[in-house]
């Protein structure tokens, strides 16, 4: 089946410390991967994506590139903020079908 | 603005009294699922339903049904609420991709943290 993992947090880091959230799956077929956010007391909320091997998505200062050799997709930050303490999901989605299969979900903590 | 409501957000309740969140999205989407979050486990899927009255099982429904009369509405519906179900839940929509990738991205509604006391 498909499984995904990331790394166990919870993770606590100074403002403008360099921020790396490790993601591994294994998928039955060719998988698109995504990184997901959620705030405190929110959603979830689509924070990047990637679709095919070596596509790197990017959004808000956050980069993960998909990479097919080590079934990875690790998110990282250069520098961050204080807005940016959430929860943080990697998840994958096969081609063609719905489901989405989550990570166990990484909190961080960012310190003034 | 393209969203995803779900009500109530907070609800406390005892054990066995039935209970229904209801799901609703505004952008037309075919597939609509529930999730719920516990530590150190994600997300899991209860169940989902790919178009109105097509609904089938994830990885935990035990406990649980649902329902999708018209394709905007997707309640959840705890018959018989126990405290193993206490938990965050999430309502998400999609629909299916268009060119070769044929994925396009989940919306979530804002949560219902749920108590069974």
């Known amino acids: 089946g498909n499984s995904v993992t990331q790394m166990e947090g919870p993770v606590t880091l100074s403002e403008e410390a360099f921020l790396t959230i490790n993601c591994t799956y294994t998928?039955?077929?060719?998988?698109?991967l995504f990184w997901y956010v959620q705030y405190p007391g929110e959603g979830l909320q689509l924070l990047l994506k990637?679709?095919?091997?070596?596509d790197k998505g990017s959004n808000k200062g956050f980069e993960a590139t998909y990479r097919k050799e080590t079934t990875s997709f690790h998110l990282e930050k250069g520098s961050v903020q204080v807005s940016d303490s959430a929860v943080y999901f990697c998840?994958?989605?096969?081609?063609?079908?719905?489901?989405?299969?989550f990570g166990a979900g990484t909190t961080v903590t960012v310190r003034a | 603005e393209a969203q995803v409501t779900q009500n109530p957000r907070y609800l406390i309740t005892v054990t066995g009294k039935k209970l229904t969140v209801t799901c609703s999205q505004n952008?037309?989407?075919?597939?609509m699922s529930w999730y719920r979050q516990d530590p150190g486990l994600g997300l899991r899927q209860i169940y989902y339903?790919?178009?109105?009255?097509?609904?089938d099982k994830g990885d935990v429904p035990e406990g649980y049904k649902v329902s999708r009369k018209e394709k905007r509405n997707f309640p959840l519906i705890l018959e018989s609420p126990s405290p193993n179900q206490t938990s965050l839940y999430f309502c998400a929509s999609s629909s299916r991709g268009r060119g070769r990738n044929g994925n396009t991205e989940a919306f979530f509604g804002q949560g219902t943290r749920l108590t069974v006391v």
């Open positions: 998928a039955t077929g060719y998988p698109s």
């Open positions: 990637a679709t095919k091997a070596d």
């Open positions: 339903s790919m178009n109105v009255e097509v609904t």
């Open positions: 952008m037309n989407h075919e597939y």
């Open positions: 998840a994958l989605i096969l081609r063609g079908d719905y489901k989405l299969s």
